[in-house]
């Protein structure tokens, strides 16, 4: 998968590797946007649609990790976690990182049934 490089992609993947918070995370996102309007105008990049970018973005990080480790099968796995190991990284730390991706792809799937967006996704 190719990405264009924007704000919202770069946050992202910032976000991704703090523990998750949901209000933290706003607290965190409105300063990063607070700075980014700074040297964009924000009629140009509004709040609401880099909002929406960081969520998809997430999900797509997600989905990503998804698709890492299901295309392995499980022998494969053992062999990459000793080679992982060979080089300091336990593979079972690694993967506990991974909860906060996948919590914080939850909360925006609950955010987004709230929202009624998964609704409007049949539209499409």
């Known amino acids: ?3 264009i490089w924007t704000p919202s992609t770069e946050f992202s993947y910032f976000i991704n590797n703090v523990e998750f918070d949901p209000e933290r995370d ?3 996102m409105k ?5 980014l309007i700074k040297t964009v ?3 140009e990049y509004p709040w609401e649609v880099f909002q929406r970018e960081v969520e998809i ?3 797509q990080i997600v989905i990503n990790t998804f698709n890492f480790f299901f295309k392995y099968s499980p022998e494969s796995i053992k062999k990459m976690a000793v080679i992982f190991e ?3 990284i336990k593979l079972d730390e690694l993967l506990k990182q991974f909860r906060t991706k996948f919590m914080r792809f939850a909360y925006i799937f609950q955010k987004w049934e709230r929202e009624n967006i998964l609704d409007r996704m049949e539209e499409f």
């Open 57 to 59: 973005r997430n999900i």
């Open 26 to 28: 706003l607290k965190i």
């Open 86 to 88: 060979k080089r300091g």
């Open 41 to 43: 105008k924000p009629e």
């Open 31 to 35: 300063i990063y946007y607070e700075e």
């Open 1 to 3: 998968m190719f990405w």
